[in-house]
């Protein structure tokens, strides 16, 4: 029996999707640098785990984490050192990404643990570190926070004139001389200097401070600090850094009798991300680990000191490490063309959950295969702000309502960074061995907001609302 046009029509209709035509107009920069447009090849699995499987047990958006990255990276980052370095410790960064999921998988492994607030060394010793394991950086230590973490031991690094004078008044009072160490703020020809944290080397200021800290005779001088920036794309800035650090050392050694437990270099590896300034794609460009090491054994062969009394270097890693094994699966809301003709795609994750965005093109890719042609696309989030773009320019094949969109690369900074601003913040789970998957943290709800809130009472006896 033959079908009636119409009914033909449908029948073809719920087979083939309709795709209209669409005329894409040359312009730089559609090309990569090898004169290939940019493949966007599905990314439909993380670990084994289909993405959308993940998504209907956890809901849209989910930020989603590899244990087996974490691992890996972990795992890399310490071979590569210790080939070089026989005492080496990784203390985490625990402001790169504090879910205990995560500090839990690098404590795991062996790691220390790097705070920089109060909050941190509690999240930190409530995981169940030792706090003579922790290293406590950052500007601001109150009083009433060094009293409670120089008698366990935590390892606190001194960042100015004052701080120093405090810890020594906390430590007479206790009657203890706990281990201290100093960060020294250090120029290189490749990194802007972050002289607001620590003592400045260059200037002298480094030596007044130990003369100080000597003199005082109420800590003990352990171990020097240097971070000499974050994204540190050129590893000769650990060279440079570390030779200046091992200059400073063996004069200390030789000048004070100062033997040093272990020399910090920081942080700062480069993830695979491509800065919104760079031109090469970030894994073409970010260092391994071994290079790194490298520049660093460099710098440190000028130190004078004999073999068996050698400081432990210390590594305060975060993105290089955790950056890779996140990723932000976010589900499209709509398509729209602006008025200029570009593609835009509203998604329901944004800056709100991306702060990278800000200065990254984060790698971005469909879940599923989607034909048609891919054009630059702009991506925008769901907040009611124009700020609130995620990619500008990303060449994208096109995609429907209710289709996956997941980010890569995103596991450093997002999930400690993230805003709350109108809507709550997702599920983050773990991808494990053999595909199991658990939550990290659940998302939030109402009473997430409502445990917190207070309204006072004399505000609670007006019902001129009440229906
Ligand atoms: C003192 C200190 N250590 C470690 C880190 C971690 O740095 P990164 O994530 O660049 O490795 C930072 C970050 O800024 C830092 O300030």
Not at 11 to 27: D, K, M
Not at 63 to 75: A, I, M
Request: charged share 20%; proline share 6%; aromatic share 10%.
């Amino acid at each position: 029996m033959s079908q009636t046009p119409s009914r033909a029509l449908s029948t073809l209709t719920s087979r083939l999707a309709y795709e209209p035509p669409t005329i894409v107009r040359h312009q730089a920069g559609l090309m990569n640098k090898f004169s290939r447009t940019q493949s966007v090849r599905p990314l439909s699995h993380i670990d084994g785990v289909p993405v959308e499987d993940l998504l209907a047990e956890y809901g849209s958006p989910l930020f989603v984490f590899s244990q087996k990255t974490l691992q890996e990276r972990y795992r890399e980052l310490r071979d590569s050192f210790s080939l070089r370095f026989p005492k080496l410790r990784i203390a985490w960064s625990w402001k790169t990404n504090y879910l205990d999921g995560i500090c839990k998988t690098f404590l795991n492994e062996g790691a220390w643990g790097e705070v920089v607030s109060e909050f941190e060394w509690e999240k930190a010793v409530a995981l169940g570190v030792a706090p003579e394991r922790i290293h406590f950086n950052g500007p601001y230590k109150p009083e009433s926070a060094l009293e409670r973490v120089l008698p366990l031991g935590t390892i606190v690094h001194l960042d100015n004139f004052d701080e120093l004078a405090t810890a020594e008044r906390v430590a007479a009072r206790l009657g203890i001389v706990p281990k201290v160490a100093l960060r020294l703020s250090i120029a290189t020809d490749h990194t802007q200097t972050w002289d607001r944290f620590g003592f400045n080397l260059d200037s002298g200021q480094a030596r007044d401070a130990v003369a100080r800290l000597l003199g005082g005779g109420q800590l003990q001088l352990a171990g020097l600090h240097c971070h000499v920036g974050t994204f540190v794309l050129e590893p000769d800035a650990y060279r440079q850094a570390s030779s200046k650090l091992a200059a400073f050392a063996s004069v200390l050694r030789e000048e004070h009798g100062v033997v040093l437990e272990f020399i910090d270099m920081g942080g700062g590896f480069a993830s695979p991300n491509t800065l919104k300034a760079q031109y090469l794609p970030g894994e073409q460009v970010c260092p391994s680990f071994s290079r790194y090491a490298a520049a660093i054994a460099d710098g440190l062969s000028g130190l004078r000191y004999p073999m068996r009394e050698m400081p432990t270097l210390v590594l305060e890693t975060g993105r290089a490490l955790v950056d890779e094994a996140g990723y932000l699966v976010t589900s499209v809301v709509a398509n729209k063309r602006l008025p200029d003709g570009t593609r835009a795609l509203v998604l329901d994750g944004g800056v709100n959950l991306l702060f990278t965005s800000n200065w990254y093109k984060h790698d971005v890719l469909p879940v599923r295969e989607h034909g048609g042609i891919s054009e630059p696309t702009v991506m925008y989030g769901p907040l009611c702000m124009n700020i609130d773009v995620v990619r500008e320019a990303v060449m994208f094949p096109p995609v429907r309502p209710g289709d996956a969109v997941v980010f890569r690369n995103v596991g450093a900074y997002n999930v400690t960074q993230w805003m709350q601003f109108i809507t709550y913040r997702p599920a983050v789970v773990m991808v494990g061995d053999g595909r199991q998957h658990g939550l990290l943290r659940k998302r939030e709800d109402l009473e997430t907001f409502s445990s917190h809130e207070r309204t006072p009472a004399w505000l609670t006896a007006d019902k001129a609302h009440a229906r």
